[in-house]
């Protein structure tokens, strides 16, 4: 059998100080504001929406182009 990493009376001081950790980090984040998240915001759905209306008209040119060859 394996031995286990940490013995039981580790895990609890290795946990905390864990999490201490994870809230050091993220006390250093520079957190976006408002106007910048609404901005980049838009820009994804923009983005998104442009790529899938290029692939559609892609699909659909590759099906038409498809059925001319197959003659289905």
Known sequence: MAKPTFAMGQIIPWFRRYIGEI???LKKVVWPTRAETRRLTIMVIVIAGTVGIFLGIADYGFTRFMQLIIGG
Do not use: D, V
Request: glycine share 0%; no cysteine; charged share 35%.
């Open 23 to 25: 809230a050091a980090e």
